[in-house]
């Protein structure tokens, strides 16, 4: 159900719930439609408009997101992939943390709404500008290859769909060496511009008990 908004009425969000758009693991907001299923997706994607959280496939509950978000932990951090960075809006199903092992796609308010539920809060948060700028600069590849994050796949060993028939994947890596530098030079300035305005690619936040 769509919201309805006009100067008379408006619905909440809540009036949105229903089985097409089961509730958010993080918040409790309905999850609307976002990208529908195609290969190498495990199901078609929703997110939540209110806390910015993606899933993969059909919601499960808050103890699955959390599984999720510890095994980003690295130390004291844990590493999120933004969803709420202008590279993922500017990708939209291109963006390249949509890859293969995706399930769910964290922002920095998800994880703040799930990790209260277990007594913990963010206490800072950190752009990390080089990862970042990788994350966006295959982000505009996958706008012109046929299989995504190959770029990243081939240089880090990241997870990476790569295209079916060999001749796509020929030419997908002849574009990834010849838009390489041109990708990077529109890459930069978005990156900057969303690392310094809180909606960086790549983010480490630090969670601690309350
Ligand atoms: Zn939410």
Do not use: Y
């Amino acid at each position: 159900m769509d919201q309805v908004e006009s100067p008379h009425a408006v619905v909440p969000l809540e009036a949105g719930a229903g089985p097409e758009n089961p509730p958010c693991p993080a918040c409790g907001e309905p999850l609307f439609g976002w990208i529908a299923q195609k290969p190498g997706l495990a199901g078609a994607v929703r997110r939540c408009e209110s806390c910015g959280l993606g899933v993969v496939g059909e919601p499960a509950g808050a103890e699955e997101a959390l599984g999720g978000l510890d095994a980003r932990r690295e130390g004291e951090t844990i590493r999120i992939e933004n969803r709420a960075s202008f590279a993922c809006s500017l990708g939209g199903a291109g963006w390249s943390g949509l890859h293969p092992q995706a399930r769910h796609l964290f922002t920095v308010e998800a994880v703040r709404r799930l990790v209260a539920r277990r007594d913990q809060v963010v206490r800072s948060r950190r752009w990390r500008p080089l990862a970042s700028l990788a994350a966006t600069w295959q982000t505009l590849l996958n706008s012109v290859t046929f299989g995504h994050d190959v770029a990243l796949g081939a240089l880090r060993e990241a997870p990476s769909r790569p295209a079916a028939q060999p001749w796509q994947r020929r030419i997908d890596g002849l574009a990834s060496i010849v838009l390489a530098l041109p990708a990077l030079l529109i890459a930069l300035p978005v990156e900057l511009a969303g690392g310094l305005s809180g909606h960086g690619s790549v983010i480490s936040v630090r969670v601690e008990l309350f």
